[in-house]
Each structure stands twice: as C-alpha cells, then as structure tokens.
Nanobody
Framework: QVQLVESGGGLVQAGGSLRLSCVGS????????MGWYRQAPGKQRELVAT???????NYADSVKGRFTISSDNAKMTVYLQMNSLKPEDTAVYYCNLKGLSYRLSSVSFWGQGTQITVSS
C-alpha cells in the first residue's frame, strides 16, 4: 500500500505561482507513473500532468507552457510548478501514483487533495 500526501495549495492572485508537492510512503514493486489531476466544482476530475518512470511527460492543453511536472519515482515524490495561474485553474488538485504491486497487479493510489484558488 502507498499513502500520498499533497502540500503547497492555497490562495493566489491571477498571474501568480504555486508549487505543489506530493510525497508517498509505503512500498510497491514498481512505480510506472505519477501525476496530478484536478477537479473543479461541478466538473469531472481531469488530468493536469503526468510523468512516467522514464521521464516522459504529458500535459493537458490548458496548462502547457505554464505548468511543469517533475518527480523522483524512487522516493515516490512528484512536484507541480504552476506559473501564470488563471482563475480557471481553481480546483482541488490530486496526486496519483500508478504502478505494480508485489503480486504484479496494477495499482493506483490517490492523495487526499489540496485546494488551489486563483483570484482574479
């Protein structure tokens, strides 16, 4: 089992920056990818950015050029640097880890979420 804890959320003015961190504890056989998702009120959870164990990244079109994801998979840690924040970035941001258990089954874990509010 893995527990993920996010930090770094808060209130920021439009145009500002925040950095989210997610630290995992526990143990699994292999981490395949870590990422960030967000859910705004009344909307479905959506992908923000992911990074594989090989370092390949994927971003939602809405955050490309503004957000940067990085990770240390060996430490089950992932970061999200968010620049040029917009009010539409307001949401609860969730950390996610995907990997293989020691029984070689696919597993996915979620953090509890951290609120980001961008004021105009």
């Amino acid at each position: 089992q893995v527990q993920l804890v996010e930090s770094g959320g808060g209130l920021v003015q439009a145009g500002g920056s925040l950095r989210l961190s997610c630290v995992g504890s526990g143990s699994i056989f292999r981490v395949n990818a870590m990422g960030w998702y967000r859910q705004a009120p009344g909307k479905q959870r959506e992908l923000v950015a992911t990074i594989t164990d090989g370092g390949a990244t994927n971003y939602a079109d809405s955050v490309k050029g503004r957000f940067t994801i990085s990770s240390d998979n060996a430490k089950m840690t992932v970061y999200l640097q968010m620049n040029s924040l917009k009010p539409e970035d307001t949401a609860v941001y969730y950390c996610n880890l995907k990997g293989l258990s020691y029984r070689l089954s696919s597993v996915s874990f979620w953090g509890q979420g951290t609120q980001i509010t961008v004021s105009s």
